[in-house]
């Protein structure tokens, strides 16, 4: 009986007792499918999104290193081309300072072949003065054994000198 008291006060057709029985059943199927379903999926895409986040982390991470790792690259290039500049700066001194040594000492075996060529020039210089003082005299007394011997002209005097200069010569 009770019952159809409940019936005959309606909202819509529809008694209280329906309307309170499909908002408990409405209830009942938000609760099931809020843990059935919304919480399940709700974890579901929480650890996607933690997993994506990792991913992100590492994709991060990774250039980083990357970076890092390049700028070193970087650094050793750097370096390399500074101790290969230094390197070559070094052998063209080297190169230079043994260039100018070499050319030292072919100054100083210069300096010393013209002092020795002068040596050796004074010496025979010296050598034909000697030979000339000692052939000097003797010439002379020829010449003037010749004058004395017989009276002479100047050219006969001319003649007599290039004869014995031209003997002296031979």
Same mark, same amino acid.
């Given at each position: 009986?009770?019952?159809?008291?409940?019936?005959?006060?309606?909202?819509?057709?529809?008694?209280?007792?329906?309307?309170?029985?499909?908002?408990?059943?409405?209830?009942?199927?938000?609760?099931?499918?809020?843990?059935?379903?919304?919480?399940?999926?709700?974890?579901?895409?929480?650890?996607?999104?933690?997993?994506?986040?990792?991913?992100?982390?590492?994709?991060?991470?990774?250039?980083?290193?990357?970076?890092?790792?390049?700028?070193?690259?970087?650094?050793?290039?750097?370096?390399?081309?500074?101790?290969?500049?230094?390197? #070559?700066?070094? *052998?063209? =001194?080297?190169?230079?300072? +043994?260039? /100018?040594?070499?050319?030292? @000492? &072919?100054?100083?075996?210069?300096?010393?072949?013209?002092?020795?060529?002068?040596?050796?020039?004074?010496?025979?210089?010296?050598?034909?003065?000697?030979?000339?003082?000692?052939?000097?005299?003797?010439?002379? #007394?020829?010449? *003037?054994? =010749?004058?004395?011997?017989? +009276?002479? /002209?100047?050219?006969?005097? @001319? &003649?007599?000198?290039?004869?014995?200069?031209?003997?002296?010569?031979?």
């Amino acid at each position: 009986m009770n019952y159809l008291l409940l019936s005959t006060n309606s909202f819509f057709g529809f008694s209280i007792l329906e309307i309170l029985l499909h908002m408990l059943n409405l209830v009942i199927l938000l609760v099931g499918f809020t843990f059935l379903l919304y919480k399940p999926i709700k974890k579901i895409i929480d650890t996607r999104k933690e997993e994506f986040a990792k991913a992100e982390e590492q994709k991060t991470e990774m250039l980083r290193e990357t970076e890092e790792f390049r700028a070193g690259y970087d650094a050793m290039i750097i370096n390399a081309k500074d101790e290969e500049r230094r390197i #070559v700066e070094g *052998a063209q =001194e080297k190169a230079k300072e +043994e260039g /100018n040594i070499i050319i030292e @000492n &072919a100054k100083d075996e210069a300096r010393a072949i013209y002092e020795k060529a002068v040596r050796d020039t004074q010496a025979q210089k010296a050598k034909m003065k000697e030979e000339l003082a000692e052939t000097v005299p003797d010439l002379a #007394v020829k010449v *003037a054994s =010749e004058i004395l011997r017989r +009276e002479i /002209n100047p050219d006969d005097h @001319n &003649a007599i000198i290039q004869t014995i200069v031209d003997e002296w010569k031979d």
